[in-house]
């Protein structure tokens, strides 16, 4: 990885540093908002223009945030030396616009399958809210920023369990701790998972889904990409494969790693799904599942996973009507949550219909548990 090194001395200058991905380094992540919210980098001191003292003359924006963030980096630390004269000197920040080189795709690759590490591993994280100023005599209303809309940022809020919160100004609006009301507000996400990044895996699918609904991304394929640190998996980043396709190939690698049914527990009501497979469309369609969870039943609790004739797997399911209702292992009142599914008669798969309902089914009319093949992609 690389990492800014900010100025302690007098006649020391900024400098990008190659580290080891392993690094011991005490160095604080940036988590902000990129300034141009179309797709122009404008404003933002790039890596291939760090070393250009023309740029940070022409960037006057982009220049202020890195000073911003290293200043504040700087007091920080002697402040924390303060407190505790054995607590290790920080001289480094990573920021995204010029530690990670955007024009190098594998380095981007790289970055991306890294970036959730690397705000865990980070001494603190350092959330930088640009348009937003904390003013004396004045209640702060966080909820209008921006950084909580953004795909990105989600990944950096859970990741790190030591988060301290700024204003336009770098002046400290506060932490985890102390906004720990308003963040669960915003959010929607649970005082133990942003309290420790390492109770982030306990919770289910459809709760760490339904934290990225509504959330944008400048690429649309980031939006799948953002969610690979939270959900424990890597896989290739391929920009034009659209979102879509994307978010398919997250979910079936969490499926390679996880039994849990909550990850079928979505409703399409935005009707962009379709006649489809088991797998969600997008994050949005986990925007009312944020309850559900996995509790195995005896009759049900059998491995599934992805084959060449769709997703394999044992579920109990009923006629209705002209068509099926199979019930996963997601309790709801006195019921499972169930899904609609279609069968066909030449291929022997069944598809899921009706994406954009999901439905109750008590307890004692499950129907028997059978083994089916439910098509999981858009394509098939």
């Known amino acids: 990885m690389r990492l800014l090194r900010f100025p302690t001395k007098p006649g020391e200058q900024y400098r990008l540093e190659q580290v080891p991905a392993s690094t011991k380094i005490p160095y604080i992540a940036i988590s902000h908002v990129w300034m141009d919210p179309g797709t122009s980098y404008e404003h933002e001191i790039l890596f291939h223009e760090f070393n250009d003292p023309g740029v940070w003359k022409t960037k006057p924006d982009g220049a202020a945030k890195i000073k ?3 200043d504040t980096a700087r007091s920080w630390s002697a402040r924390r030396k303060g407190f505790d004269s054995n607590a290790p000197e920080v001289k480094h920040i990573w920021l995204d616009t010029c530690c990670v080189d955007q024009k190098n795709s594998v380095e981007l690759t790289t970055a991306i399958n890294s970036m959730y590490r690397w705000y865990q591993n980070a001494t603190t994280c350092f959330v930088y809210l640009s348009d937003i100023e904390k003013l004396p005599g004045q209640d702060l209303d966080l909820s209008k920023c921006r950084w909580w809309t953004r795909g990105w940022t989600l990944q950096e809020l859970v990741a790190s ?18 906004l720990q009301s308003s963040l669960t507000a915003i959010t929607k996400i649970g005082a133990p998972y942003l309290a420790d990044s390492k109770m982030v895996s306990r919770a289910s699918v459809a709760h760490r889904m339904s934290w990225a609904a509504g959330r944008q991304t400048r690429q649309e394929e980031d939006m799948a990409y953002s969610l690979m640190g939270i959900f424990g998996v890597q896989m290739p980043t391929l920009y034009g494969e659209g979102r879509v396709s994307a978010f398919r190939r997250l979910q079936e690698e969490i499926v390679k790693y996880s039994n849990d049914h909550s990850i079928f527990a979505w409703n399409d009501e935005e009707g962009t799904a379709g006649e489809t497979g088991l797998l969600a469309p997008s994050a949005n369609c986990f925007k009312k599942s ?4 996995h509790t195995p039943t005896p009759q049900v609790n059998e491995p599934f996973s992805l084959t060449n004739k769709g997703l394999s797997i044992v579920l109990p399911l009923q006629k209705h009507q002209m ?20 069968f066909d008669q030449v291929t022997g798969v069944y598809r899921r219909v009706r ?19 439910v098509r999981h992609r858009f394509d098939m």
């Open 323 to 342: 068509q099926y209702i199979a019930s996963i292992d997601c309790p709801v009142d006195a019921g499972f949550i169930g899904v609609y599914l279609e």
């Open 68 to 70: 911003g963030a290293c």
């Open 355 to 373: 994406p954009g309902e999901l439905c109750k089914v008590l307890k004692g009319g499950r129907g028997q548990p059978q083994r089916l093949y």
């Open 290 to 293: 944020g309850a559900y969870v």
């Open 161 to 178: 369990s030591v988060t301290e919160f700024f204003d336009r100004n770098w002046t400290r609006i506060g932490d985890k701790k102390t």
